[in-house]
């Protein structure tokens, strides 16, 4: 259920500029999961942090080099762009 929650989110994330630069900006994934929890997502910060670093493993070193914040590199594990 988590993971599906967060697949969504992910998706929702992908379609809204505004909730994107907010997961941009967020300074820890407890702000990740509080946005995707005010959006009717419910997933935990393990769940979170174990989907981006399995994800972290597929990605090369210069993208993950290019994120100015930690949300940013997450937006980039996802596969969800400016």
């Known amino acids: 259920?988590?993971?599906s929650a967060l697949i969504a989110f992910t998706s929702l994330v992908q379609s809204d500029?505004?909730?994107r630069e907010q997961v941009r900006q967020a300074p820890t994934p407890a702000h990740v999961v509080n946005l995707a929890s005010e959006k009717g997502h419910e997933f935990n910060?393990?769940?979170l942090m174990k989907m981006q670093a399995d994800k972290m493993k597929h990605l090369q070193d210069e993208h993950?080099?290019?994120a100015s914040?930690?949300?940013d590199a997450l937006l980039l594990c996802?596969?969800?762009?400016n």
């Open 64 to 66: 993950l080099n290019s």
């Open 45 to 47: 910060q393990a769940t």
């Open 1 to 3: 259920m988590s993971e």
């Open 78 to 81: 996802f596969g969800v762009h």
């Open 69 to 71: 914040s930690w949300g």
């Open 17 to 19: 500029s505004q909730l």
